[in-house]
């Protein structure tokens, strides 16, 4: 069984799934990319954005531009975080 935090959203067209992830995993591309592909296959179809949050509880993303973009004008409190869980 594998438990995933983090959300699906809809936005513009465009569905995509953000997942909670430690902060040292957003430290380099290629650890990030590694990460990303990971989970693929527990959203398939859809880009994958890593968040990690500071010690201050300041999110970091990374993925798509276009969608990094979008979520920085989005406050952090009004994503509807939830815990996934998927029989592998």
Not at 34 to 43: C, D, G, L, M
Not at 51 to 59: I, L, N, T
Not at 76 to 84: G, K, L, N, R, S
């Amino acid at each position: 069984m594998v438990k995933i935090q983090g959300a699906v959203i809809k936005e513009r067209g465009v569905k995509f799934a953000i997942v909670i992830v430690k902060p040292h995993l957003l430290l380099s591309q290629a650890e990030s990319q590694t990460t990303a592909q990971a989970f693929e296959p527990y959203f398939p179809g859809m880009p994958i954005v890593l968040m990690a949050q500071d010690h201050h509880g300041k999110p970091a993303y990374w993925g798509r531009k276009d969608i990094i973009s979008f979520l920085s004008k989005v406050p952090f409190e009004a994503i509807h975080w939830v815990e996934y869980t998927f029989d592998m």
